[in-house]
């Protein structure tokens, strides 16, 4: 059973950064492809970015291409996302998601999720 659990997050003004990491134990990390979604409220949860077990291929939605990078620590078992240039439609709880998936950018397509945690932009 794999257990993600997440950490960072918090408020910040527009244009400022942050970075959520989001820790893995009990299974192959390395196996498993790592995404990030988030979910707004009163909103469908959405596809942020994902990346490959390896590391060398990454996904983006186009809302964030540009301004957050995916990154992963295979050594640590942790994946990150950095956020930079946040604006206030970033707003929304962000969860991590682990799995060995076809499609990347699908909620449906993985098996573990974490805790989820808050990030606030304020303008």
């Known amino acids: 059973q794999v257990q993600l659990v997440q950490s960072g997050g918090g408020l910040v003004q527009a244009g400022g950064s942050l970075r959520l990491s989001c820790a893995a134990s009990?299974?192959?990390?390395?196996?498993?492809?790592m995404g990030w979604f988030r979910q707004a409220p009163g909103k469908e949860r959405e596809f942020v970015a994902a990346?490959?077990?390896?590391?060398?291929?990454?996904y983006y939605t186009g809302s964030v291409k540009g301004r957050f990078t995916i990154s992963r620590d295979n050594a640590k078992n942790t994946v990150y996302l950095q956020m930079n240039s946040l604006k206030p439609e970033d707003t929304a709880v962000y969860y991590c998601a682990s799995g060995r998936v076809n499609l990347p950018r699908t909620p449906l397509a993985y098996d573990y999720w974490g805790q989820g945690t808050q990030v606030t932009v304020s303008s």
């Open positions: 990346i490959n077990w390896s590391g060398g291929t990454t």
């Open positions: 009990g299974g192959t990390f390395t196996t498993y492809t």
